[in-house]
């Protein structure tokens, strides 16, 4: 069963902060984000695997709530290039199942 | 490493036509997927391979698709014949799979277009 993203959209300027949230009426084992720009492939971010694990890239982070069947990316300090379709993805039957994305935008 | 090499990039023809889709994952990587993203639907998974061996299939909208593996360098996907809501970005993605579920390298992808 697919994923839930929200919000479906968000628009920022240059030093904001951002939230997305992606849940899931199942259990989950492991959590992906992706991050696609326009055009371009979706390109790996990170995995978390375990409920509590917390993850960082430079000025984004996600964490994993494996009781709520919920994860969060944080996006700190927004910058241009960070505009693009966010996905989460969710391991089940040996397969990942995306959500419908988060698009963000980023404004100087 | 190259990364993922998909061809061709972009594929435009009509109605009815056959239509191969070419995919070489990275060296190394024993799993490889198939999706398919347009607007409506988002990134879909069509199938996917582990150690050439077809695992899930079940993403494929129907007999007119079929993929193969004959070996761990490539992969085609083909649609015959081809219908207009085909039309799609068909991304390739190669990873390591040692039961679980691990990072997914993508390729630029083929954008289809069928008229």
Redesign the interface.
């Known amino acids: 069963q697919q994923p839930v993203q929200s919000p479906q959209a968000v628009i920022l300027r240059e030093g904001e902060d951002a939230v997305i949230n992606c849940s899931s009426s199942k259990a989950l084992y492991s959590v992906h984000w992706y991050r696609q720009k326009h055009g371009e492939a979706p390109v790996f971010l990170m995995i978390l695997l375990k409920g509590g694990e917390q993850k960082g890239h430079e000025k984004i982070s996600a964490s994993f709530n494996e009781k709520k069947q919920q994860s969060s990316l944080y996006l700190t300090a927004s910058q241009l290039s960070y505009s693009g379709t966010y996905f989460c993805g969710t391991e089940g039957a040996r397969r990942l199942i995306f959500g419908a994305g988060t698009r963000l935008a980023v404004h100087p | 490493d190259a990364g993922v090499i998909q061809s061709p990039r972009h594929e435009v023809t009509e109605m009815g036509q056959e239509v191969t889709l070419r995919c070489k994952p990275i060296s190394g990587h024993n799993s490889l997927?198939w999706y398919r993203q347009t607007m409506m639907r988002?990134?879909e998974?069509l199938i996917?391979f582990n150690n050439n061996v077809p695992?899930?299939d079940s993403g494929m909208p129907e007999d007119r698709f079929s993929a193969k593996m004959p070996n761990a360098s490539f992969s085609t996907l083909k649609i015959q014949p081809s219908e207009p809501r085909d039309s799609a970005v068909y991304?390739c993605a190669s990873s390591t799979s040692r039961g679980?579920?691990?990072?997914?390298?993508?390729?630029?992808?083929t954008r289809l277009t069928v008229t």
Request: zero cysteines; glycine letters at 16%; aromatic letters at 34%.
């Open positions: 997927f988002g990134l998974l996917y695992i899930d991304f679980r579920i691990y990072e997914q390298y993508f390729g630029p992808g």
